[in-house]
C-alpha cells in the first residue's frame, strides 16, 4: 500500500529564511505532485515532477525528486508573508492510479 | 475553458439522508478522484476511477458510493451509512496529455 509522509507538519518561518520540506513514500511512483492550499479553499498545483533528478523553480519554491531515496523536496528561499500557507504532497503509484497525499505542512511566515 | 467543476460549494444535509456531490471535467482525463478533508487535516481517498464504468475504492469508502457512466462525471453519494459525513469533499482529475492534476473548487458538506 502507498504511504506519503511528510514533515515537518508545522513550520513557523521568520521572512527571508530558508528552509525545507520533506516528503517521503513507500512504493514505486511514477508522479510526485506539490499543492498548496489556503484556509478554506481548495488545492492549487505547484510542481509536477516526472523521473529521478527532476528539478523545478517557481519563484522561491524549488522541488525535487530522488526516486531512488523515494524523497522529493519543497525548498523556500528568502520566505515572504505571501507563502503563508498548507503544502501537500501527493504521489500516484506505477501499479495503478490511485493518488495519496501526505499529511500537509502548515507553513506560516512571520515578519 | 477547460477545467473541473464541482457542486454545490454548499451542501447541507439531514441525518439519514442520502446525497450526491456532482464532480465534471472537460479536460478529457481519464482518471478523477474523491478526497475527503477534515478540519486541520490532510485529504483522504475515498474512491478512484481510471477508466469510464471501472472504479476503486479508497482507504475510506465506508458510506459512499460512486459511478463513472461518463468520462466527464464522477458523482459521489454520501449514503445514510456515512456516520461523519461532514467534511470538505475535493475531485481531482488527471491522465491527460499533461500529466498535471487539477482540483475543484470543493463541496462543504454539513450535516444539520
Known amino acids: 500500500e502507498l504511504k506519503v509522509e511528510q514533515n515537518p507538519l508545522f513550520l513557523s518561518m521568520q521572512e527571508g529564511k530558508n528552509y525545507t520540506i520533506y516528503c517521503n513514500y513507500s512504493t514505486t511512483s511514477d508522479r510526485l505532485y506539490w499543492y498548496r492550499q489556503d484556509p478554506g479553499k481548495s488545492l492549487e498545483s505547484l510542481f509536477v515532477l516526472l523521473s529521478n533528478g527532476a528539478v523545478k523553480q517557481e519563484g522561491r519554491l524549488m522541488a525535487s525528486l530522488d526516486t531512488k531515496a523515494r524523497l522529493s523536496t519543497l525548498h523556500i528561499t528568502a520566505a515572504v508573508h505571501d507563502l503563508s500557507a498548507t503544502y501537500f504532497c501527493a504521489v500516484t503509484s506505477n501499479n495503478n492510479n490511485d493518488m495519496r497525499f501526505g499529511a500537509g505542512t502548515r507553513l506560516t511566515v512571520k515578519p | 475553458d477547460g477545467g473541473i467543476t464541482q457542486s454545490p460549494k454548499y451542501l447541507f444535509r439531514k441525518e439519514g439522508q442520502n446525497v450526491t456531490l456532482s464532480c465534471e471535467q472537460n479536460l478529457n482525463h481519464d482518471a478523477m478522484y474523491w478526497y475527503r478533508q477534515d478540519p486541520g487535516q490532510g485529504l483522504r481517498l475515498i474512491y478512484y476511477s481510471q477508466i469510464v464504468n471501472d472504479f476503486q475504492k479508497g482507504d475510506i469508502a465506508e458510506g459512499y458510493s460512486v459511478s463513472r457512466e461518463k468520462k466527464e462525471s464522477f458523482p459521489l453519494t454520501v449514503t445514510s451509512a456515512q456516520k461523519n459525513p461532514t467534511a470538505f469533499y475535493l475531485c481531482?482529475?488527471?491522465?491527460?496529455?499533461?500529466?498535471?492534476?487539477?482540483f475543484g473548487q470543493g463541496t462543504r458538506l454539513t450535516v444539520v
Open positions: 481531482a482529475s488527471s491522465m491527460g496529455m499533461s500529466p498535471e492534476a487539477f
